[in-house]
């Protein structure tokens, strides 16, 4: 089993940071693609952004040049860094990472979700 931890949402007021970070925990053989959603009330998950085990990366057309995405193979981690937040940035963040697992599954794992909460 592989699972992952999500940590860093919180509340900031806008024009402020947050980092968000998410671990791969479990039988993790290979970490494929590795991305952040989002999700805001009443609205359907959307993707934030990309980055692929080479670290191309792909984000949203909303969010370019304020969040960068970035992931350390080692650690078996992402992370989200955002800048520059507006409160149309609020939502429920979830990692989602593309894992092959120890037995040679292959896995697309989603984490619990952290809140953003953007104050204008």
């Known amino acids: 089993q592989v699972h992952l931890v999500e940590s860093g949402g919180g509340l900031v007021q806008a024009g402020g940071s947050l980092r968000l970070s998410c671990a791969a925990n479990g039988n993790v053989f290979r970490l494929d693609d590795m991305g952040w959603f989002r999700q805001a009330p009443g609205q359907q998950r959307d993707l934030v952004a990309l980055i692929t085990r080479d670290g191309s990366t792909n984000y949203a057309d909303s969010v370019k040049g304020r969040f960068s995405i970035s992931r350390d193979n080692a650690k078996k981690t992402v992370v989200l860094q955002m800048n520059s937040l507006k409160p149309e940035d609020a939502a429920v963040y979830y990692c989602?990472?593309?894992?092959?697992?120890?037995?040679?599954?292959?896995?697309?794992?989603w984490g619990l979700g952290t809140l953003v909460t953007v104050s204008s």
């Open positions: 989602n990472m593309k894992v092959l697992t120890t037995s040679l599954r292959r896995l697309e794992v």
